[in-house]
């Protein structure tokens, strides 16, 4: 296990035993300090509290040390565009930031969003690619512009603790969001629900489809783990019987670029497609999952957040023990 970029690269064998060493490290029956000595850099291009929180804090529990970087804040303005004359505004090359970053540290920790400008740019990893290429040492996807793999993760763990092993009927459902979002979270949580097994129902209005690609190989993944795959448009009956609801937002790849159309496409959607009372009513006493942070009463009303259902908590808890997992096993 050199990197951990996403849940994509790894067997179900092996994402089941990242999950049951977290379990371990939440219940307290592993103290290992397999980072006693060493330090571990994040490299932060885009704000985060979940993340940020949870991987410093992971990191002192397991004995190291985190290094905290924020390109264009707390460290140079980076470039990772190949044979580029960089009399702009960029200050240092990513070749250059990591190779001489690796040299202080054990791992490097990644987050850097999709800007929502170039659909078929941003979806092969632009900037992640340049830390897996040059860096020898691990390189840990902390959210990139298709993926957020910790926070996939975390989120089986949850449905793990609330339902434990059995296959689920879990429903991610598109909601609407006043201005279009980056796709990892479902795209990440999708995946992983299929290489869990899983019965995945993806609800999302025509025009919010998730990219191509990936939906072949969750489709591929659903079939091999036992699983299945439904896409559906009409949000009235998408909450029908199932087990899990995870709500998330995200922009539609044929206005990527151009965020005043897809605001203008979205506008009729507002009323319909919000996780409410009568919604929630239709499944089967689901739980409620959002990755955080949420705009209450646009993508999920107060009365279903605040519900004995909800379990947002816990998955912002849980990123804090998946991590501790990742970077034992990734260090180790």
Known sequence: MKNFLTTADFSRAELEEIIEAALQFKSGKIADKPLAGKSIALVFFNPSLRTRASMQVGIYELGGNAVILEPGNSSWTLEHRENVVMDSDKTE??????????????????RTFANLKNWEEERLEPILSV?????????????????????????????REKFGKRKKKVL??????????????????????????HDLRIAHPKGYELDGELMREIEKQAAEAGGSLEIVNNVNNAFDNV??????????????????????????????WIVDEAKMER????????????RRNVIVTDGVIDSANSVVADEAENRLHVQKAILAKLIK
């Open 93 to 110: 090359h990513l070749k250059e930031f990591v190779r001489v970053l690796e040299r202080y540290v054990s791992a490097i920790g990644v």
């Open 131 to 159: 830390f897996e290429k040059f860096a020898s040492k691990p390189i840990v996807n902390l959210e990139s512009a298709m993926h957020h793999p910790c926070q996939a993760l975390a989120d089986m763990l949850t449905i």
């Open 172 to 197: 991610l459902t598109w909601a609407w969001h006043p201005k279009p979002l980056p796709m990892a979270v479902p795209n990440s949580f999708a995946l992983a629900t299929a290489q869990f097994g």
């Open 243 to 272: 087990e899990v609801v995870y709500a998330k937002s995200w922009g539609s790849s044929q206005f990527y670029g151009a965020a005043e159309k897809d605001i203008e496409f979205r506008a009729d959607l507002r009323n319909d």
């Open 283 to 294: 499944t089967n006493d689901a739980i409620f999952m959002h990755c955080l942070p949420v």
